[in-house]
């Protein structure tokens, strides 16, 4: 008989919100955007060298040798996702819950068993409608060495699990900067003009966080696109530079060579979206 192998992993569940209301509402749009969804989620998992180790139902399990490829990789679905139900009416929006664990597990072919595995799926369960919910075994390895911020949500029973699991959701879009405390914006208070000058660089701040936080969707929203549509954005951005550089703003020539690329670009989200795709874009069949 083969000795059952062990191996640390971090492990990622997600599932879908409300799957079964979503079945009973439109079962030919719920399954055909399922099984869309699941090809980013494929495509994102390579590219952050992981491994789908089952989907049954609307469930996906990932496995991830690195911890911080778990989480980027969990923060990048959730970006893309998000984007793509954007389109969508409320009612059909498909939002997945995303829970990553770190620990021991039990591997027999291509299938993980034990703990490790189990206190992910529960994780899940606790995690909001587009969130992601870690372990804090998880949240030690990530917590200096992601742009992201968490918020710790203190011990919570988990069904099987005999000890409560410390919890901390991801804040989206978010970074790792302290929470403003209580008397902050009293700095200085005693003077009008004071508090005046101490509110100033607090707003400025909070305007510089939000443009980076803006400029760092974007890099993952570009980061999560095919091959195709990043050039096209290159080579747009390109001609915009060189234009600004040689003509200022005087002059908008930029928009003739960029043309033919912008035309790439809606046809990849206007076709592409209903069934397109292109070559380069990884995809996972079950």
């Not at 299938?111 to 595995?117: A, F, K, R």
């Not at 060495?145 to 879009?173: C, H, I, M, W």
């Not at 970074?175 to 100033?200: I, L, Q, Y």
């Not at 930029?254 to 380069?280: E, Y």
Request: hydrophobic share 40%; charged share 25%.
């Amino acid at each position: 008989m083969q000795r059952v192998k062990r191996r640390l992993s971090a492990i990622m569940c997600a599932d879908v919100a409300q799957y079964s209301k979503l079945m009973e509402r439109d079962e030919d749009g719920t399954l055909d955007r399922l099984k869309a969804y699941r090809d980013v989620m494929s495509a994102l998992t390579d590219r952050h060298n992981g491994r789908i180790v089952n989907t049954w139902g609307d469930a996906v399990i990932i496995e991830f040798v690195s911890v911080i490829e778990a989480v980027q990789c969990a923060v990048d679905i959730q970006n893309e996702l998000s984007l793509r139900n954007a389109d969508l009416p409320d009612l059909n929006r498909m939002d997945f819950r995303i829970g990553i664990n770190l620990g021991d597990i039990m591997v027999e072919g291509d299938d993980i068993y034990g703990d490790g595995v189990n206190v992910a799926a529960r994780l899940q369960e606790l995690a909001p409608r587009g969130g992601i919910m870690l372990s804090q075994s998880v949240y030690d390895q990530v917590k200096a060495k992601v742009a992201l911020g968490f918020d710790p949500l203190g011990p919570q029973k988990v069904k099987n699990v005999s000890d409560p699991v410390e919890t901390y959701s991801v804040r989206l879009g978010g970074r790792n900067a302290p929470a403003e405390t209580p008397g902050e914006k009293d700095v200085g208070g005693e003077s009008g003009d004071a508090g005046h000058d101490a509110a100033g660089p607090a707003s400025w701040d909070k305007d510089t966080r939000a443009v980076a936080n803006g400029f760092e969707q974007a890099r993952r929203w570009l980061r999560a696109q095919p091959r195709r549509v990043r050039t096209c954005v290159f080579m747009i951005g390109l001609f915009f530079v060189l234009n600004l550089l040689t003509s200022g703003l005087s002059t908008l020539w930029f928009v003739w060579p960029s043309l033919p690329f912008a035309v790439m670009l809606v046809w990849h989200f206007v076709v592409g979206r209903k069934g397109a795709s292109f070559p380069d874009t990884p995809r996972h069949e079950e």
